[in-house]
């Protein structure tokens, strides 16, 4: 479960926060994509991590297992292109991930690293970036409000990385 309490953070995202920054964005992404209120059938079941099988996920309509991602004003999911994109609201922030599917076989987990300089100048080309601090923790971490062309341009950056695929083990 540790890879998908990562990406609750990001969104399912405290997958960010595990690295020593994070991005957030302004608001929830895309900008004008509806939220869904369930997960794609394809999602629902019982999937493990291919590099981790101790991390396993169960998936229901509107919720992971133990409330770890639950669909509500809190934390959104929207549809853009072929992945899902999946929203926390942080305070004054979104941490954003993204979910592909692969049919019925599984899903694969994408997020923004910006770790290392080539993937900060990376989303810096494509859109305005600010360092900002956070009041309560005193960490700093990018701040992004990108329209939805640059979302676009972000998705194809290097900075938007694979975490991890997950296998159906559920029939």
Known sequence: MKTFQ?????VILALMLTSCEELAFRQPMPHDAPNLTSFPPECIGTFVSESDPKDTLVI???SVKDERFILNDENLMRKYGKYYILNQHKRDRWIV???R???KRG???YWFNIEGEKNKN???RV?????VQDPETAKEYML????????NRMLHSRAFQRKDKFRRIDS
């Open 127 to 131: 859109t305005k970036t600010v360092m």
């Open 60 to 62: 229901y309509p509107d």
């Open 122 to 124: 990376s989303l810096s």
């Open 107 to 109: 899903f694969d987990i």
């Open 97 to 99: 991930a993204a979910l």
């Open 101 to 103: 599917t692969r049919g």
């Open 6 to 10: 990562h990406i609750c953070l990001v």
């Open 144 to 151: 992004v409000d990108p329209t939805s062309s640059e979302f």
